[in-house]
């Protein structure tokens, strides 16, 4: 299971972005997988208001109407005690200036044993996870 984050729903369909290539060949080495991907329902919401700034809002909604009807991935609700689990993040991630939409994914991923995260987000690294594509390789 791989956890999705904004940045790379981003990177995938907004081809200025400067992780566009990257983006489209680990989107394609997932995709051809049988791995299931996850991502939360705060991610969607980021990324939807970003991708209709960055593009336009029609073309966001596509996306987000192709994202809920996939089989292949999951959009998880954070609980009540997520959000609560996910202030101690916050405030854990104060000298990287984590968002509190990532803060709500460790959260997430922490509960359900995900170490693997398709991200260009930094914060992950710093919080333990494991960040999908190796940046270090780019």
């Known amino acids: 299971m791989i956890f999705i984050d904004t940045s790379a729903l981003l990177a995938r369909y907004v081809e200025r972005d400067q992780h566009f290539a990257a983006a489209r060949e680990c989107w394609a080495e997932l995709l051809s997988s049988e791995t299931m991907l996850v991502t939360s329902c705060h991610v ?3 990324t939807l208001t970003l991708l209709g700034r960055r593009t336009d809002y029609k073309f966001a909604a596509e996306r987000a109407r192709r994202l809920y009807a996939s089989t292949q991935f999951t959009i998880l609700r954070a609980t009540e005690q997520s959000e609560i689990d996910a202030v101690a993040w916050f405030e854990r ?32 690294t710093h919080a333990g996870f494991r960040v999908i594509p190796n940046r270090k390789n780019l």
């Open 44 to 46: 969607v919401v980021e």
């Open 93 to 124: 991630m104060a000298g990287v200036k984590a968002s509190f939409t990532d803060c709500i994914s460790f959260s997430l991923m922490q509960r359900l044993g995900i170490s693997d995260v398709f991200t260009f987000d930094d914060d992950f």
